[in-house]
């Protein structure tokens, strides 16, 4: 029985392999690959879920037509990942001495920079290819999707899918969104609903009229904070390309120097804007409060209030 989820239904392991990375050589050996594949689906069960990962596992061995290109975009997800933990090992030659550079005669290897720069386009594929596949469960809509544990976690939020994010941060990612949601309720949590208040808070997340601009105004710093710890959290390989630009050149310590001050730059720019449209955040919630309040004085406190002893206050 065939233990590995996505692949070697029908002991054809290698050639699934071979159709979903396109750029590997024909003679992939599927022994070598099939104890490392679990470890290269955990990027995509880190994403979706291991719930959705047991579906498209169902749907693959089931061979639903319908469903074949979910199937495809999750094999090449997990192929790509796997072949990054793969490539170093077949490169090196190991033996009882250790462990030595393999190489056939005449052979010269890639530099450092070569090698980085090849993991590093495989990476961006490997994320692109899950990007692709959250982008199809959104299209397809199917209720194991909707109803899944990685869904759940839009329950209560101000910003519950990535075409709101994208009016005020745009994402470019369905993957990435679904990543971010626990920073979302994190931000939500602990900077917005504190300004905002838990009754005002309560209308919002229930879509009570006349509270578009609110609901504005709460949902830009909370994709900017949202993205500032993003950036400040999360792997560079993880972010769409631009958010954290890095040249490629020159030595591979000095490019991973780079990342680190502009990633530092972008954090302290989106805390910047964050922080203006925080305050402008509260100077809404003032006003709406105080209006409230001289609403209720006008209600209660306008008029004397004849009493039963002729007093009036």
């Not at 099939?34 to 498209?56: A, Y």
């Not at 909707?146 to 994208?166: C, P």
């Not at 710093?221 to 890095?246: C, N």
């Amino acid at each position: 029985m065939n233990d590995i989820r996505l692949f070697n239904a029908l002991d054809n392991g290698a050639q699934e392999i071979i159709k979903v990375l396109g750029l590997i050589d024909a003679d992939v050996d599927w022994s070598k690959w099939s104890p490392i594949l679990p470890l290269g689906m955990r990027k995509l069960i880190e994403c979706v879920g291991n719930d959705v990962v047991d579906k498209i596992d169902e749907l693959y061995r089931n061979d639903d037509g319908e469903a074949a290109e979910i199937v495809r975009l999750a094999q090449q997800s997990v192929a790509m990942f796997t072949w990054l933990r793969i490539i170093p090992t077949l490169e090196a030659q190991h033996g009882t001495a250790g462990r030595g550079k393999h190489l056939g005669e005449n052979e010269k290897g890639l530099s450092a920079v070569q090698e980085f720069k090849d993991e590093d386009n495989i990476r961006h594929m490997a994320y692109e290819a899950m990007d692709e596949l959250v982008y199809a469960l959104e299209a397809m809509g199917a209720e194991w999707w909707t109803a899944s544990e990685a869904n759940k976690r839009r329950k209560g939020l101000l910003i519950r899918d990535k075409e709101t994010f994208d009016l005020y941060y745009s994402l470019g990612s369905h993957r990435l969104f679904v990543t971010l949601l626990p920073i979302i309720r994190e931000v939500q949590s602990a900077s917005i609903e504190p300004i905002v208040g838990k009754e005002l808070m309560k209308e919002l997340l229930g879509g009570a009229e006349g509270m578009e601009q609110l609901n504005e105004a709460a949902c830009r710093p909370l994709a900017l904070l949202t993205m500032k710890k993003a950036v400040e959290r999360l792997p560079v390989e993880v972010l769409p390309e631009g958010i954290v630009q890095v040249q490629q050149s020159g030595m591979v310590k000095d490019k991973l120097k780079a990342e680190q001050s502009a990633r530092q730059s972008v954090a302290n720019n989106l805390g910047a804007d964050a922080a203006m449209l925080t305050q402008r955040l509260q100077d809404i919630v003032a006003l709406m409060t105080h209006e409230e309040a001289e609403v209720l004085a006008d209600l209660y406190l306008s008029k004397p209030l004849p009493q039963s002893k002729g007093i009036t206050f």
